[in-house]
C-alpha cells in the first residue's frame, strides 16, 4: 500500500529520498529514462538529463497507450543516445581520415 500512496503522490521511486532524506546520488553525465505512471494509469515517457548549469533537465514528455509503447518509446530514446555517440566517435575518427601523412625526408 505505500508503494501506491508514493506513486499517487506523484514522485517516481528514483525521486523519493532514502530512509537517510538524501537525494539519489547519480554519477557525473548520466542520464535517467522515465516511465512516469499517473494515478489514472496514463503513461509519459521522458530522459533526465544534466544541464549546463549543473541542474536536471527533461526532454519533451511524450504520452503513450500503454506500457509495450512506453517500453518502445525508452528504447528509442536509449538508440538515440548511442547513435548520437557514435556519430560524435565517426566525426572525429574521419577528422583524422583527411589530414595528409608527414612525409620523412631523406638524405
Known amino acids: 500500500m505505500a508503494a501506491q500512496?508514493?506513486?499517487?503522490a506523484g514522485f517516481a521511486d528514483s525521486e523519493m529520498p532514502d530512509a537517510g532524506m538524501t537525494p539519489?546520488?547519480?554519477p557525473?553525465?548520466?542520464?535517467?529514462?522515465c516511465i512516469q505512471i499517473a494515478p489514472d494509469g496514463g503513461?509519459?515517457?521522458y530522459k533526465e538529463m544534466p544541464g549546463q548549469d549543473g541542474a536536471q533537465q527533461e526532454s519533451e514528455r511524450q504520452q503513450v497507450a500503454d506500457i509495450g509503447q512506453a517500453l518502445a518509446a525508452v528504447l528509442k530514446l536509449y538508440k538515440a543516445m548511442d547513435q548520437g555517440a557514435n556519430d560524435a566517435r565517426q566525426q572525429f575518427q574521419a577528422g583524422f581520415g583527411d589530414e595528409p601523412k608527414p612525409q620523412r625526408m631523406i638524405g
Not at 28 to 33: D, F, P
Request: hydrophobic fraction near 30%; charged fraction near 20%; charge should be negative.
Open 24 to 26: 539519489d546520488n547519480n
Open 5 to 8: 500512496q508514493d506513486m499517487q
Open 43 to 45: 503513461m509519459t515517457v
Open 28 to 33: 557525473q553525465g548520466s542520464v535517467e529514462l
